[in-house]
C-alpha cells in the first residue's frame, strides 16, 4: 500500500513537471493561439521579400553587367605572365610534347602533333606581342561569367516563385511601372503583411566570381552589381481559402493537440493540488535506502550536486521531447505510424525515469546536507576541497607543479587539434598540426616518458630499499626535482647502510657488554662462595680463617664497588641525576686531586708529569663530580700505564675552554677503536686480569655530557690520550 501510494506521488510529479515543461516549451505554438496564428507567417513573408530581392524585383540583364567588361594593364599582364616568361613558356611548350612525338613514328601524327605544339607556342608569343590580343581573352572570360551568372538568377526566380505560391502578394516598381503579382490580396485572408521600400534595409546583390571560370591572370578575382530596390513596395497575404483547400487536416490535427495541452495543464494543476493537500509526500516516505541510493551516496556531496542539475537538465528535455511526441502522434495518427507511437511510449518512460531520479537525488541530498549543516565540516570531504588540496600539493614544488600543468595544457591541445582535425577534414589543417605535433607533441611525450622511466628507477631503488636491499647509488640526471629527490634518496639509503652497521655494531657491543658484566661479577662472586665454603671447615687453622675473611672482605668491596658504579652510569646514561653546579677553579681542584695519588704512581714505577697553567681557571661545575672525572681518568692512567715511562697531565685554556689532557703509554696492545674504549666495562686488559670495573671512563664521559662538554679519545700505537673541554667563566 504504501508503494502504491509512493509510485501515485511520483506520477502526480511526472505530470506536473510535463505541464511545466509544456507551457515553457512547445506549447507555446498553441496555448491561445489560432491556427494560423501558429503558422508563423511573418517570418515566412519576410524571406519572400528577401528572396524576391535576390532573384525577382528587378533582375538584371546582360546590360546592366557593362562595368565589369573592362581590363586592367595589370590584367593583361598578370594573364601573359602566368606561366612565366616567354622564353619560360615556350620551353615548358617544348618540353610537353618532346614525349608524345617520341613514343610514335608515324609522320602523320608527329606532324599534327608539331602543329598543334606551334599552334600553342604561336598563341603565347602573340599574348607578349598584342595587348589586345590578350585583352579579347579575359574580355570573354567575364562575358562567359556574366552568361553563367543570367542563367543562375532565372534558375533560382524559377525555384522562388514556386516556394512561394501559397502566398498572395503584389509588388510594384513605381520607377518603372512594372507589377509583380500573385493570386488577389483583395480577398479575405488570414495574414497580411504590408512592405513599404523593399530597398530600405535590402538591395539586389549580383556578385561575380571569374575564377570560377578561368583563374588564369585575372587580378580582379570578382566583381558584384547592386541593384537599387527603393521604388518597390507591396503587400503579402496568405488568403483563408487557400489555407481551407490546402491544410484542412493540419488543421484539425491543431485543434487536437491544443485541447490534449490543455488538459496536460489542467492535469497539471489539479496534481499538484493533490500534492499539496491530501497525497503531500513526506521526507520519511521517499528517504528509502536502495542500492543506486547507496552508490549515489558514495560520492562527494558537490558531485552528486552536479549529477542532479545534469539529471533535472535532462528531465526536462525529455519532457520536452515527450510532449513534442504528443504533437506527433496526433499530426500523423492517420498515416498508421507504430514508429511514433513507440517513440511517445519511450520518450514517457524515459521522462518519468529521470523525474523520479531527480527526486530521489533531492532527499538524498537534503538528508545529507541536513546532517551537517557546518560548512567547514562538509567542504572537506567535497571533490572540490580535494581537487584544491591537489592543485596545491602539485604546485608545493613550483618545478612540478609548473612541469605537470604545462604538460597536461599539451596533451589537452594535442586532443583538442586532432578533433578539430577530424572535423574540418581539411589537409591544410591537417598539414598545421603535424607541424605542431612534431615541434610540440612528441618534446612533450620524450619528455615525460623520460621523467617517467626516471621514476620508475626511483620507485625500485624505494621498494629495494624497503626490503632491506641496499643496492648501488641511483644515477642523479640533471637538476630536476626528480634528480633532487634521487640524490636525497642516495642519502637516505647511505644513512640506512650507516644506521645498519650501527645496529649491527650496537648488537656486537649488547653481547659483549653482558658477558663482560657476567664475568666482572662473577670473578668477585665465585671467590666469595668459595671462600665461605672453605670458612664452613672447622679444620683450618685461625690463621688460614683470618687470611679467607680478609680475601672475602676485599672480593665484597670490588663487588660493591662495581655495583656502585654500574648503578651510577646507568642513573648518568638515563639522566636520571641531579648536579649542583658552582664557580670552581678547575687548576686547584686538579692539584688536589692529583696529590691524592702521588704515591700510588710512584709504587707502579709510573712518573707523573703535570703542567698547570699559573693563572686560574674557573668554570661552573658540580665540583663532586668533576672531582670524579679527574679521578677516574688518573686512576685509569695508573692503571693501564706501562711500567718505567711517564704519564702528562696537562691544563690549559684555549679559546673559551678549558682543556684537560692525559696521555700515556699503554701497558697492552690497544686494538679496539678508541670510541669503543669508552664503552661500559671495556678495558684494554681483554683478559680482564686487571683491577677496575671498567667503567671510568663511560663515567667520566657522562659527567662531561651533564655540564655540556667534551671527551675525546685518541690512540697512536701505544699512546694513549684523553682530552676533556668545558666551556670556561671568565
Known amino acids: 500500500m504504501k508503494n502504491n501510494k509512493l509510485y501515485l506521488q511520483l506520477f502526480l510529479i ?15 505554438r498553441y496555448i491561445g493561439k489560432t ?70 613514328q608515324d609522320k602523320e601524327v608527329i606532324e599534327a602533333i608539331e602543329q598543334d605544339r606551334d599552334a600553342k607556342i604561336a598563341d603565347i608569343k602573340k599574348n607578349f606581342e598584342d595587348d589586345e590580343y ?36 503584389e509588388f510594384k516598381d513605381k520607377k518603372t511601372g512594372e507589377v509583380y503579382r500573385n ?31 578561368d583563374s588564369m591572370g585575372v587580378l580582379q578575382d570578382s566583381y558584384t552589381l547592386e541593384q537599387d530596390l527603393s521604388d ?23 485543434i487536437i493537440t491544443k485541447y490534449v495541452y490543455y488538459g496536460i495543464i489542467l492535469a497539471g494543476i489539479i496534481s499538484f493540488v493533490l500534492l499539496m493537500t491530501s497525497l503531500k509526500p513526506t521526507l520519511e516516505q521517499f528517504n528509502r535506502q536502495f542500492q543506486l541510493r547507496e552508490l549515489f551516496e558514495r560520492l562527494p556531496i558537490d558531485i552528486r550536486f552536479v549529477i542532479y542539475l545534469i539529471a533535472t537538465y535532462f528531465a526536462f528535455i525529455c519532457s520536452g521531447a515527450f510532449t513534442r511526441s504528443i504533437q506527433g502522434l496526433i499530426y500523423y495518427f492517420t498515416a498508421n505510424r507504430s514508429d511514433l507511437l513507440l517513440n511517445f511510449i519511450v520518450t514517457g518512460v ?43 600539493s602539485m604546485f608545493e614544488n613550483r618545478s612540478i607543479g609548473l612541469q605537470s600543468f604545462i604538460l597536461l595544457v599539451v596533451v589537452f591541445l594535442g586532443g583538442f587539434g586532432f578533433a578539430v582535425v577530424v572535423a574540418s577534414a581539411s589537409f591544410g589543417v591537417f598539414l598545421f598540426y603535424m607541424f605542431l605535433f612534431v615541434v610540440f ?9 623520460r621523467r617517467m622511466g626516471y621514476l620508475n628507477r626511483i620507485m625500485q631503488h624505494t621498494e629495494n630499499m624497503a626490503h632491506g636491499r641496499l643496492t648501488k647509488d641511483l644515477k642523479v640526471k640533471g637538476n630536476s626535482p626528480l634528480a633532487r629527490h634521487a640524490e636525497n634518496l642516495n642519502g637516505l639509503r647511505e644513512g640506512v647502510r650507516n644506521s645498519m652497521n650501527e645496529q649491527a655494531k650496537s648488537e656486537k657491543m649488547k653481547t659483549e657488554l653482558i658477558t663482560n658484566v657476567s664475568h666482572d661479577l662473577r670473578t668477585p662472586l665465585t671467590s666469595i662462595i668459595t671462600y665461605t665454603d672453605l670458612l664452613k671447615n672447622p679444620s683450618i687453622t685461625e690463621e688460614e680463617r683470618k687470611k679467607y675473611i680478609e680475601i672475602l672482605d676485599t672480593k665484597s668491596n670490588r663487588l660493591k664497588t662495581l655495583i656502585e658504579d654500574l648503578f651510577e652510569v646507568s642513573k648518568m646514561a638515563s639522566g636520571n641525576v641531579e648536579i649542583s653546579k658552582q664557580r670552581i677553579d678547575l687548576a686547584q681542584l686538579l692539584q688536589q686531586a692529583v696529590g691524592e695519588h702521588g704515591e700510588d704512581f710512584a709504587a707502579a714505577n709510573l ?24 679521578d677516574n681518568l688518573i686512576i685509569n692512567a695508573r692503571k693501564y700505564s706501562l711500567e718505567g715511562t711517564r704519564v702528562y697531565v696537562n691544563l690549559k685554556s684555549h679559546e673559551g675552554n678549558a682543556e684537560l689532557t692525559v696521555k700515556n703509554v699503554a701497558k697492552y696492545e690497544l686494538n679496539e677503536e678508541a670510541s669503543q674504549l669508552i664503552e661500559r666495562f671495556k678495558r684494554a686488559d681483554t683478559s680482564r686480569h686487571t683491577e677496575g670495573s671498567g667503567l671510568g671512563l663511560a663515567i667520566a664521559q657522562s659527567i662531561v655530557d651533564l655540564h655540556d662538554g667534551q671527551l675525546d679519545i685518541a690512540v697512536d700505537g701505544d699512546l694513549f690520550k684523553v682530552t676533556v673541554s668545558i666551556p670556561t667563566d671568565k
Open 183 to 213: 493570386g488577389d490580396i483583395s480577398e479575405n485572408s488570414v495574414f497580411k503583411k504590408t512592405v513599404n521600400n523593399v530597398g530600405k534595409n535590402l538591395s539586389g546583390l549580383y556578385p561575380l566570381n571569374y575564377y570560377e571560370y
Open 35 to 104: 491556427f494560423y496564428e501558429s503558422q508563423n507567417y511573418n517570418n515566412e513573408a519576410e524571406n519572400l521579400v528577401y528572396e524576391f530581392s535576390q532573384y525577382v524585383f528587378n533582375t538584371p540583364m546582360e546590360k546592366d553587367f557593362e562595368g565589369a567588361l573592362t581590363v586592367s594593364g595589370e590584367e593583361i599582364e598578370a594573364y601573359r605572365t602566368y606561366y612565366g616568361s616567354l622564353a619560360e613558356q615556350i620551353q615548358n611548350i617544348k618540353e610537353q610534347y618532346v614525349d608524345e612525338i617520341n613514343a610514335t
Open 607 to 630: 712518573e707523573l708529569r703535570i703542567n698547570i697553567a699559573e693563572q686560574p681557571i674557573y668554570a661552573h661545575v658540580d665540583g663532586q663530580k668533576w672531582w670524579r672525572v679527574i
Open 441 to 449: 607533441f612528441i618534446p612533450a611525450l620524450f619528455i615525460f616518458m
Open 232 to 254: 518597390i513596395s507591396g503587400v503579402v497575404t496568405v488568403p483563408a481559402s487557400w489555407i481551407e483547400n490546402n491544410h484542412s487536416n493540419e488543421k484539425s490535427a491543431f
Open 350 to 392: 524515459i521522462s518519468f525515469a529521470f523525474i523520479a531520479a531527480v527526486v530521489f537525488m533531492v532527499v538524498s541530498i537534503w538528508v545529507s546536507l541536513k546532517g551537517q549543516r557546518d560548512l567547514e565540516k562538509i567542504w572537506p570531504e567535497t571533490f572540490a576541497s580535494k581537487f584544491v588540496d591537489g592543485a596545491i
Open 14 to 28: 511526472f505530470v506536473v513537471v510535463t505541464a511545466v515543461s509544456l507551457i515553457f516549451t512547445n506549447g507555446g
Open 134 to 169: 590578350v585583352k579579347e581573352k579575359i574580355l570573354a572570360i567575364k562575358k562567359k561569367a556574366i552568361q553563367q551568372k543570367l542563367k543562375e538568377i532565372e534558375r533560382e526566380k524559377k525555384a522562388v516563385l514556386s516556394k512561394y505560391d501559397h502566398f498572395a502578394y
